[in-house]
Nanobody, 129 residues
Framework: QLQLVESGGGLVQPGGSLRLSCAASGSSLDNYAIAWFRQAPGKEREGVSCISSDGHLKKYADFVKGRFTLSRDNGENTAYLRMDSLKVEDTAVYYC??????????????????????WGPGIQVTVSS
């Protein structure tokens, strides 16, 4: 049974940076796409980014493109989300999720449509001065 847990969140000033980690246990992430979602209070959960099982395909939401970078290290069974130039509106609980991705197609659409079957508990990111 695959389990995911996020780390690396916290408080940062506008313009600052954070790196979130998504560590998997119980099973290998080799054949899974990994996506990041976020949810602010009173808002719907929205997709942030997704990386394919082989790491070659990446998708970013428009509101983070050019600021966030997604990567993965299958040897450590971990994915990372580097967040630069953070804005107050980036404040949210961030979740990582995985979906079975044998053909590197899961990331074609960054949305919560049921393809992501494993979810971490979420971690708070607060951007404030």
């Amino acid at each position: 049974q695959l389990q995911l847990v996020e780390s690396g969140g916290g408080l940062v000033q506008p313009g600052g940076s954070l790196r979130l980690s998504c560590a998997a246990s119980g099973s290998s992430l080799d054949n899974y796409a990994i996506a990041w979602f976020r949810q602010a209070p009173g808002k719907e959960r929205e997709g942030v980014s997704c990386i394919s099982s082989d790491g070659h395909l990446k998708k970013y939401a428009d509101f983070v493109k050019g600021r966030f970078t997604l990567s993965r290290d299958n040897g450590e069974n971990t994915a990372y989300l580097r967040m630069d130039s953070l804005k107050v509106e980036d404040t949210a609980v961030y979740y990582c999720a995985s979906g079975w991705d044998p053909y590197s197609r899961v990331c074609a659409f960054l949305r919560d449509d049921g393809r992501y079957v494993h979810w971490g508990p979420g971690i708070q990111v607060t951007v404030s001065s």
